[in-house]
Nanobody, 122 residues
Framework: QVQLVESGGGSVQSGGSLRLSCAAFGYPYSIMGWFRQAPGKEREGVAAINSPGSANYADSVKGRFTISQDNAKNTVYLQMNSLKFEDTAMYYC??????????????????WGQGTQVTVSS
């Protein structure tokens, strides 16, 4: 069983930055991903990383978002720069303990955090 605790959401103006954190407790993860869901839209994968450090990004965030990890703390970070209004969403971290490819498909993850809101004003 893996428990995930997210932090770092908030409100920021367009062009600003935020950093999200997701701490995993209970078991080492093999992959960790960040997903987001805006009202009326489907949940989409934003970025993912596996424990050796390979990362994967959605095209919509490439060059603006960076996923990283601190293996000693079992924590993954999502640095979000040049934020846009359309980045506004509830952001969720997710983890799995068996997969190895940093997948952006939600179905590959068995453990989910409670979500943290990111609001970008234009």
């Amino acid at each position: 069983q893996v428990q995930l605790v997210e932090s770092g959401g908030g409100s920021v103006q367009s062009g600003g930055s935020l950093r999200l954190s997701c701490a995993a407790f209970g078991y080492p993860y093999s992959i960790m991903g960040w997903f987001r869901q805006a009202p009326g839209k489907e949940r989409e994968g934003v970025a993912a990383i596996n424990s050796p450090g390979s990362a994967n990004y959605a095209d919509s965030v490439k060059g603006r978002f960076t996923i990283s990890q601190d293996n000693a703390k079992n924590t993954v970070y999502l640095q979000m720069n040049s934020l846009k209004f359309e980045d506004t969403a509830m952001y969720y971290c997710a983890a799995d303990v068996a997969e190895w490819f940093p997948d952006l498909r939600a179905g590959k993850y068995n453990y989910w955090g409670q979500g943290t809101q990111v609001t970008v004003s234009s």
